[in-house]
């Protein structure tokens, strides 16, 4: 870890070395200090070897292409030249042969707090002896595609055989992997399966891991006892079968890899008569052969979500000896391996979900239940491949039992979670050491649960002593997306939208960013007009966070994206206030008014009717003009700005010389993405230009943060 660390430029990686070579020492095995050495040198060659490989794709960047390839359900693997690259939008075709044609484009890097960085992610997903991703097809249109072969192709159709689709969504997720399906599955409008989950507590259930190698090797091994066969083909045969399961079957990934290396080594154990290895010695194996192939999956959060749930699984049995006698051991070690990986993974699922599953135990006790014989009998069907019919008339119940526990879980309330610094981990990391001391006899319980305490205490302090007073331009891609944060007031003024797509920006990129920043609720919403790229998001920032009130200018008739945008608050609870000029509210000595609509009459373009906002504090004042062109922004008497939002994502109608003016801002921002439309104009950034105002954008700069004085 500490090579890998090195080979990043991360300078505390010589620390992680550091630690390891100490611990040798400290236990008198000066042989040990020397292979902590190798392994470093042997991790940093592993990391530079690939990162040193040249991008096979990097000639066609920016080139529209037709490529052909065979499609995983998240990669394009393409065979000359030897490379892998992600499509977007993701094709709603099955796994195969593959051909589709759009735009190279480099991935991109984390847009948002809280965000997905793709650019990382695909930079762990390379490996010594697999290719690394390294492009993304952009605006990808598939022009033939063809059904999986082989070994997975014939194990895919055994298990949908018979299924309804929701069902066949979740047996292919559970037993390959692959949740392309069951991420297009809802329970009801709005309430996505894959959220269910999460909110739940079960999304392990839907990553291939331990789990499904512990219950598919000891239903093998159960009938190979009941056969009577010795134990070297016992445990042999299963140890060996995991080979082709991994490589064949499911494919690599940091969870399952472990597992079968783990598994592997146990089942080897037991053959020869060697009995269980060392639990952290074995996990310690694992880490190895895991990081000397794919070096970068130290940066993967499954990689860390898996091997944490171990190291914190392997104080089971401690943990279960502080529980009464009486109870029976198997339901003790059912709480405590529950509590334990929950407990272990919590700074991880907390910085990357933004919010933390309260009714974790009970679902995985429920689902656990469900889970001992689904898996098993999923595989059988798989083996069986379209002949499954028969197997599956069990596995339907069964897996509608399990989607019934997750949707009654899933609407369970969850704690929301902001953005975990580096002083966070590092009190998570005091904390658990002194609930490891605790479980191994050191330290008494008021010194662990006084630890525990003062450090919730510490971190509690900052934000509550400097409370946060900020402008956040979102980045939204072609949309519109801004919070104002002050210590007791938040608005939120659009949501972006996707238009022509069913990409959900706010429930995927907004609330996310809302949940990482710490806003747990959001006292006024504010629609500013009609349009898709505008206001789409907000229907699921309305179902996803507390809403005091919603603000819209004009209440348009029939218009389809609007009606939605209200029905979602009618659900919810939320009053709708239609706003006019005059109105304003204050607090934490800053002005919000509202400059436009005046109401008395409506244009019949929707741009022209957009709510305008100014924002003042003391001095200090910005705009928020949503979509307004010339002249109508140049007549509602803006007045002197620090920072202009430039209206219509600059557009050559919006934002003229008669405004800059008016306004004579020092800085602009322009909230766009990658778009056909020509925005920002030109003629707009050359206006800016000569009044000597500072330019950023959010498809340059990706979110914008601004402070309020």
Same mark, same amino acid.
């Given at each position: 870890?500490?090579?890998?660390?090195?080979?990043?430029?991360?300078?505390?990686?010589?620390?992680?070395?550091?630690?390891?070579?100490?611990?040798?020492l400290?236990?008198?095995r000066?042989?040990l200090?020397?292979?902590?050495l190798?392994?470093?040198?042997?991790?940093?060659?592993?990391?530079?070897?690939?990162?040193?490989?040249?991008d096979?794709?990097?000639?066609?960047?920016?080139?529209?292409?037709?490529?052909?390839?065979?499609?995983?359900?998240?990669?394009? &693997?393409?065979?000359?030249?030897?490379?892998?690259?992600?499509?977007?939008?993701?094709?709603l @075709?099955?796994?195969?042969?593959?051909?589709?044609?759009?735009?190279l484009?480099?991935?991109?890097?984390?847009?948002?707090?809280?965000?997905?960085?793709q650019?990382?992610?695909?930079? =762990?997903?390379?490996?010594?002896?697999?290719?690394?991703?390294?492009?993304?097809?952009?605006?990808?249109?598939?022009?033939?595609?063809?059904?999986?072969?082989?070994?997975?192709?014939?194990?895919?159709?055994g %298990?949908?055989?018979?299924?309804?689709?929701? $069902?066949?969504?979740?047996?292919?997720?559970?037993?390959?992997?692959?949740?392309?399906?069951?991420?297009q599955?809802?329970?009801?409008?709005?309430?996505?399966?894959?959220?269910?989950?999460?909110?739940a507590?079960?999304?392990?259930?839907?990553?291939?891991?331990?789990?499904?190698?512990?219950?598919?090797?000891g239903?093998?091994?159960?009938?190979?006892?009941?056969?009577?066969?010795?134990?070297?083909?016992?445990?042999?045969?299963p140890?060996?079968?995991?080979?082709?399961?991994?490589?064949v079957?499911?494919?690599?990934?940091?969870?399952?890899t472990?597992?079968?290396?783990?598994?592997?080594?146990?089942?080897?154990?037991?053959?020869?008569?060697?009995?269980?290895?060392?639990?952290?010695?074995?996990?310690?194996l694992?880490? #190895?052969?895991?990081?000397?192939?794919? /070096?970068?999956?130290?940066?993967?959060?499954?990689?860390?979500?898996s091997?944490?749930? +171990?190291?914190?699984?392997?104080l089971?049995?401690?943990? =279960?000896?502080?529980?009464?006698?009486?109870?029976?051991?198997?339901?003790?070690?059912?709480?405590?391996?529950?509590?334990?990986? $929950?407990?272990?993974? %919590?700074?991880v699922?907390?910085?990357?979900?933004?919010? %933390?599953?309260?009714v974790?135990?009970? =679902?995985? #006790?429920?689902?656990?239940?469900?889970?001992a014989?689904? +898996?098993?009998l999923?595989?059988?069907?798989?083996?069986l491949?379209?002949? !499954?019919a028969?197997?599956?008339?069990?596995?339907? /119940?069964?897996?509608a039992?399990?989607?019934?526990?997750?949707?009654?879980?899933?609407?369970?309330?969850?704690?929301?979670w902001?953005?975990?610094?580096?002083?966070?981990?590092?009190?998570?990391?005091?904390?658990?050491g002194?609930?490891v001391?605790w479980?191994?006899?050191r330290?008494?319980?008021?010194?662990?649960?006084?630890t525990?305490?003062?450090?919730?205490?510490?971190?509690?302090?900052?934000?509550?002593? *400097?409370?946060?007073?900020?402008?956040?331009?979102?980045?939204?891609?072609?949309?519109?997306?801004?919070?104002?944060?002050l210590?007791h007031?938040?608005?939120?003024?659009?949501?972006?939208?996707?238009?022509?797509?069913?990409?959900?920006?706010?429930g995927r990129?907004?609330?996310?960013? #809302?949940?990482?920043?710490? +806003?747990?609720?959001?006292?006024?919403? @504010?629609?500013?007009?009609?349009?898709?790229?505008?206001? $789409?998001?907000l229907?699921?920032?309305?179902?996803?966070?507390?809403?005091?009130?919603?603000?819209?200018? *004009?209440?348009?008739?029939?218009?389809?994206?609007?009606?939605?945008?209200l029905?979602?608050?009618?659900?919810?609870?939320?009053?709708?206030? $239609?706003?006019?000029r005059?109105?304003?509210?204050r607090?934490?000595?800053?002005? %919000?008014?509202?400059l436009?609509?005046?109401?008395?009459?409506?244009?019949?373009e929707? &741009?022209? &009717?957009?709510?305008?906002?100014?924002?003042?504090?003391?001095?200090?004042?910005? =705009?928020?003009l949503?979509d307004?062109?010339d002249?109508?922004?140049?007549?509602?008497?803006?007045?002197?700005l620090?920072?202009?939002?430039?209206?219509?994502?600059?557009?050559r109608?919006?934002?003229? !010389?008669?405004?800059?003016?008016?306004?004579?801002?020092?800085d !602009?921002?322009?909230?766009?993405?990658?778009?056909?439309?020509?925005?920002? *104009?030109p003629?707009?950034l050359?206006?800016?230009?000569?009044?000597?105002?500072?330019?950023?954008r959010?498809?340059?700069?990706?979110?914008?943060?601004?402070?309020?004085?």
């Amino acid at each position: 870890m500490g090579g890998i660390q090195l080979g990043l430029g991360v300078w505390w990686g010589a620390l992680t070395l550091l630690l390891g070579m100490v611990l040798a020492l400290r236990d008198a095995r000066p042989l040990l200090a020397v292979l902590a050495l190798a392994g470093a040198a042997a991790g940093f060659g592993s990391e530079r070897l690939v990162a040193a490989r040249p991008d096979p794709l990097l000639p066609w960047r920016g080139a529209q292409v037709t490529l052909s390839g065979e499609w995983d359900g998240q990669f394009l &693997n393409l065979r000359d030249p030897r490379a892998r690259l992600v499509l977007a939008p993701k094709p709603l @075709v099955r796994p195969g042969p593959l051909v589709v044609s759009g735009r190279l484009v480099a991935p991109e890097g984390q847009r948002t707090p809280g965000g997905f960085n793709q650019a990382a992610w695909l930079r =762990a997903q390379g490996g010594v002896f697999v290719p690394t991703p390294t492009a993304v097809l952009v605006a990808a249109q598939v022009r033939g595609s063809q059904p999986e072969r082989g070994l997975r192709g014939w194990f895919r159709r055994g %298990l949908t055989a018979g299924l309804p689709t929701r $069902e066949a969504a979740l047996m292919t997720a559970i037993e390959l992997g692959d949740r392309n399906d069951i991420g297009q599955q809802e329970f009801t409008q709005g309430y996505r399966v894959r959220d269910a989950f999460n909110r739940a507590g079960l999304a392990h259930l839907m990553a291939l891991s331990g789990q499904n190698v512990a219950l598919i090797t000891g239903v093998l091994i159960w009938l190979l006892t009941r056969l009577g066969w010795p134990p070297a083909w016992r445990y042999g045969l299963p140890a060996a079968l995991l080979v082709p399961y991994l490589f064949v079957l499911v494919g690599v990934s940091p969870s399952i890899t472990r597992a079968v290396v783990m598994g592997g080594v146990v089942l080897l154990a037991l053959a020869v008569g060697r009995g269980r290895p060392d639990p952290i010695g074995i996990t310690a194996l694992a880490a #190895l052969v895991c990081l000397l192939l794919f /070096p970068m999956w130290l940066l993967d959060i499954g990689f860390q979500l898996s091997f944490l749930a +171990v190291l914190a699984l392997s104080l089971s049995g401690r943990a =279960a000896r502080r529980l009464p006698e009486r109870w029976p051991l198997w339901l003790r070690l059912a709480l405590v391996a529950s509590v334990l990986a $929950e407990l272990g993974t %919590l700074p991880v699922i907390a910085a990357t979900f933004g919010q %933390l599953p309260l009714v974790g135990l009970p =679902a995985n #006790l429920a689902a656990g239940v469900v889970m001992a014989a689904l +898996v098993p009998l999923g595989f059988v069907a798989g083996l069986l491949g379209p002949l !499954a019919a028969p197997v599956n008339v069990l596995v339907g /119940p069964l897996a509608a039992g399990l989607l019934g526990i997750v949707e009654a879980f899933g609407q369970a309330p969850v704690l929301a979670w902001g953005q975990v610094s580096p002083a966070g981990f590092v009190a998570y990391a005091v904390c658990a050491g002194a609930g490891v001391l605790w479980l191994l006899g050191r330290v008494r319980a008021p010194v662990a649960l006084g630890t525990v305490l003062a450090c919730a205490l510490l971190l509690a302090l900052p934000p509550r002593l *400097h409370p946060a007073r900020e402008m956040v331009y979102l980045d939204v891609g072609q949309g519109d997306a801004t919070l104002i944060r002050l210590p007791h007031l938040t608005v939120l003024v659009d949501a972006g939208g996707s238009v022509g797509s069913d990409y959900d920006v706010g429930g995927r990129t907004v609330v996310p960013a #809302l949940r990482a920043l710490g +806003v747990r609720h959001l006292d006024v919403v @504010v629609g500013t007009h009609a349009d898709t790229d505008h206001i $789409e998001g907000l229907n699921s920032v309305l179902r996803a966070l507390p809403v005091g009130e919603l603000w819209i200018g *004009h209440n348009k008739a029939g218009d389809p994206v609007l009606d939605t945008l209200l029905a979602a608050a009618r659900e919810e609870g939320v009053p709708v206030r $239609e706003v006019r000029r005059g109105d304003h509210v204050r607090s934490d000595g800053v002005d %919000l008014s509202v400059l436009w609509p005046e109401g008395r009459v409506w244009s019949t373009e929707d &741009n022209e &009717n957009s709510v305008a906002l100014r924002v003042q504090s003391g001095a200090w004042s910005t =705009a928020i003009l949503g979509d307004l062109p010339d002249p109508a922004e140049d007549l509602i008497g803006v007045g002197k700005l620090n920072v202009l939002k430039v209206a219509h994502h600059g557009s050559r109608f919006s934002t003229d !010389a008669e405004l800059l003016r008016q306004t004579a801002p020092t800085d !602009a921002v322009i909230s766009v993405g990658r778009n056909t439309y020509g925005h920002p *104009h030109p003629d707009v950034l050359g206006r800016l230009g000569a009044a000597g105002v500072r330019v950023w954008r959010t498809d340059q700069s990706g979110t914008i943060r601004w402070p309020i004085p």
